[in-house]
């Protein structure tokens, strides 16, 4: 059985009144309960369309379904424990233009990292990693107490934050002063200390 359900931008539900009077909004296509597809319309036009692929079904056989070949395919993979990796290949005419992974724990996102799509190797330097504090009611982008970037060999190069662990004059650090101002976080939080996908 098909549903189809509206979400704002931020992927809140929305009801069929605030669908009329929004120009910016996702329509969620489930098959059997399943996510399958998210049609992202911007200034109520089609934006993106992401086809969340289930085993069995080719790169090929997405694009006839859809009838485009330019599209977002994501790719579920529970890796272990509470952890589960998405990723996100972006075709344009049927060419991958970009290819991304995301590692959720639980449903919080704790790692974004690109792929080269050439090569397929993580890009390192576009490493992104977040650490929730563990007071946040909602675990996403936003509520994160610190966000770390990294360099093409995998080091630290910096580490971002909120308030009160940073101010509005200073809200990054570099890797050396990670170690003055915050001697034991790697100590409690190894994973974030180089850009590694997995924990």
Same mark, same amino acid.
């Given at each position: 059985m #098909?549903t /189809?359900?509206?979400?704002?931008? %931020?992927?809140?539900? #929305?009801?069929? =009144?605030q669908?009329n009077t929004?120009? =910016?909004?996702?329509?969620v296509i489930k098959?059997d309960?399943?996510?399958?597809?998210i049609?992202?319309?911007m !200034?109520?036009?089609l934006?993106?369309?992401?086809?969340y692929?289930?085993d069995? /079904? @080719?790169i090929?056989e /997405?694009?006839?379904r859809l009838n485009?070949n330019t599209v977002?395919?994501?790719?579920l993979d529970?890796? #272990?424990d509470?952890?589960?990796a998405?990723?996100r290949? @972006?075709?344009?005419?049927g060419? /991958?233009k970009?290819i991304e992974?995301?590692?959720?724990?639980?449903s919080?996102?704790?790692?974004?990292?690109?792929?080269?799509?050439?090569?397929l190797l993580?890009?390192?330097?576009?490493?992104?990693k %977040?650490?929730? =504090?563990? =007071? *946040?009611?909602k675990n996403e #982008?936003g !509520?994160?107490k610190?966000n770390f970037?990294?360099?093409s060999d995998?080091s630290l190069r910096n580490?971002?934050?909120e308030?009160?662990?940073f101010?509005?004059? !200073?809200d990054?650090?570099?890797a050396?002063e990670?170690?003055?101002?915050?001697p034991?976080?790697?100590i409690e939080?190894?994973?974030y200390?180089? *850009?590694?996908f997995?924990?």
């Amino acid at each position: 059985m #098909i549903t /189809i359900a509206y979400a704002n931008e %931020y992927g809140e539900p #929305i009801t069929p =009144d605030q669908l009329n009077t929004l120009s =910016d909004y996702n329509k969620v296509i489930k098959e059997d309960g399943v996510l399958r597809i998210i049609e992202c319309y911007m !200034d109520n036009h089609l934006g993106g369309i992401e086809f969340y692929k289930h085993d069995g /079904i @080719t790169i090929s056989e /997405i694009f006839a379904r859809l009838n485009t070949n330019t599209v977002t395919v994501v790719e579920l993979d529970p890796v #272990i424990d509470n952890y589960t990796a998405h990723k996100r290949t @972006t075709f344009k005419e049927g060419i /991958i233009k970009h290819i991304e992974m995301s590692l959720y724990l639980n449903s919080s996102v704790i790692c974004e990292q690109g792929i080269n799509v050439n090569t397929l190797l993580p890009v390192l330097e576009s490493t992104v990693k %977040y650490l929730y =504090d563990n =007071d *946040a009611i909602k675990n996403e #982008i936003g !509520d994160e107490k610190f966000n770390f970037r990294y360099n093409s060999d995998g080091s630290l190069r910096n580490m971002g934050g909120e308030r009160p662990y940073f101010n509005e004059y !200073d809200d990054s650090i570099t890797a050396a002063e990670v170690a003055i101002r915050f001697p034991n976080l790697f100590i409690e939080h190894p994973y974030y200390a180089v *850009a590694n996908f997995l924990p």
